[in-house]
C-alpha cells in the first residue's frame, strides 16, 4: 500500500481542491436519481457553492490526499450535521481518485482525518452510493469507541444513511 498523508489545503492549494472536485461530480453523478447539474458550454461542471465555505467557515477544514507524495484525492471535514443532531465533525466530503482505489488509500486518509480529531461524529451517505457506505461503516466501526449508530433519514437535510459515532 503506498505511503498515504493529509495535506492540510491552504488557500493557495484551493484551485487544486476545485479541479478535483470536477472529477468527484462526475463519478458521484452515477448516484443521483435524475440529472443534477449540466455541463458548462467549457465543458466543466458548474462551481459547488459550498466549496468555498471550507476556507471560511469556523470549524471547517479542507485537505489533500497524497499516496507516495503523488495528488490522490481530498477530504473535507465540516461541523454540518445532516441529521440535525449535535455534532462534533461530519465527513463533508471525499474523493479518492480512481486509480488510488481498492489500494487502502481512501481507507487510510479517512482513519487519519477522524482517529485525529476526538468527538462526535457524522458521515452521511447517499441512498444509491451502496459501495461508499459499506466503505464507511468499516471506518466508523475501526474509529469509533463503542457502537456506530446508522440512521435511515429521508427528509430535506439528508436522502440514505447517516453514521454517528464517537471518537475518543
Excluded: C
Amino acid at each position: 500500500m503506498p505511503k498515504v498523508e493529509l495535506q492540510s489545503a491552504t488557500p493557495d492549494l484551493r484551485a487544486t481542491v476545485e479541479n478535483l472536485f470536477q472529477l468527484y461530480v462526475h463519478d458521484f453523478a452515477d448516484f443521483w436519481a435524475e440529472r443534477q447539474v449540466e455541463l458548462q458550454e467549457d465543458g466543466r461542471f458548474p462551481s459547488y457553492p459550498p466549496l468555498a465555505a471550507y476556507w471560511s467557515e469556523a470549524g471547517a477544514e479542507p485537505f489533500l490526499i497524497r499516496a507516495d507524495g503523488r495528488l490522490a484525492g481530498f477530504a473535507l471535514i465540516d461541523r454540518h450535521s445532516h441529521s440535525g443532531a449535535p455534532t462534533d465533525f461530519n465527513m463533508g466530503e471525499f474523493f479518492v481518485a480512481r486509480h488510488y482505489r481498492r489500494e487502502g488509500v481512501g481507507r487510510a486518509a479517512a482513519l487519519q482525518a477522524i482517529q485525529d480529531r476526538p468527538g462526535q461524529w457524522e458521515i452521511a451517505v447517499a441512498r444509491r452510493n451502496v459501495g461508499a457506505l459499506a466503505f464507511w461503516r468499516g471506518v466508523a466501526e475501526t474509529a469509533a469507541i463503542g457502537g456506530v449508530e446508522m440512521r435511515d433519514q429521508d427528509d430535506d437535510r439528508w436522502n440514505g444513511a447517516i453514521l454517528r459515532f464517537v471518537v475518543a
